[in-house]
């Protein structure tokens, strides 16, 4: 702040804000935060999976009526997630397909099975989702 003494009397302080300084952290902050923050990633980036990737893949289509989707992981455990729900780890899958697919036989279901998963694991996987009665089963994979 800057005190001078106005012209017209001796009393009289007349005040004034240098706003410069206040501009200048400001840029330095928007600068900081723009910096350290980090990009907003794809659905697939945020996936705990690494999905192998392919050139004919399609994205998945957001009306979905309703979406099951089962994770394959390197170590051979199964995260089930129902749409909106959170994850859930799962021992017996037949048995939890017979299930949804008792509850919802439209239910679409995607199989996202890590690339360094075993082959065998997702086709059993695949397989047990056919032998329910599953007709729409979907992989899913990284765009390149």
């Given amino acids: 702040m800057n005190f001078r003494a106005g012209s017209r009397g001796r009393g009289r302080v007349e005040t004034t804000l240098e706003i410069t300084p206040l501009i200048d952290v400001i840029f330095l902050l928007l600068i900081f935060f723009v910096m350290t923050t980090t990009p907003a990633m794809s659905a697939v980036e945020r996936l705990d999976v690494d999905l192998p990737g392919a050139d004919s893949g399609e994205a998945m289509a957001v009306d979905e009526e309703f979406r099951v989707v089962m994770r394959v992981y ?71």
């Fill in 74 to 144: 390197p170590d051979g455990r199964i995260e089930m997630r129902k749409q909106d729900g959170e994850p859930r780890k799962i021992e017996d899958a037949q048995g939890e397909m017979e299930r949804i697919y008792a509850e919802n036989p439209q239910a679409l279901l995607w199989i996202q099975g890590d690339v360094d998963a075993t082959h065998g694991a997702v086709i059993e996987l695949m397989d047990a989702a056919r032998k329910v009665g599953f007709e729409r089963v979907h992989m899913a994979v990284r765009p390149h």
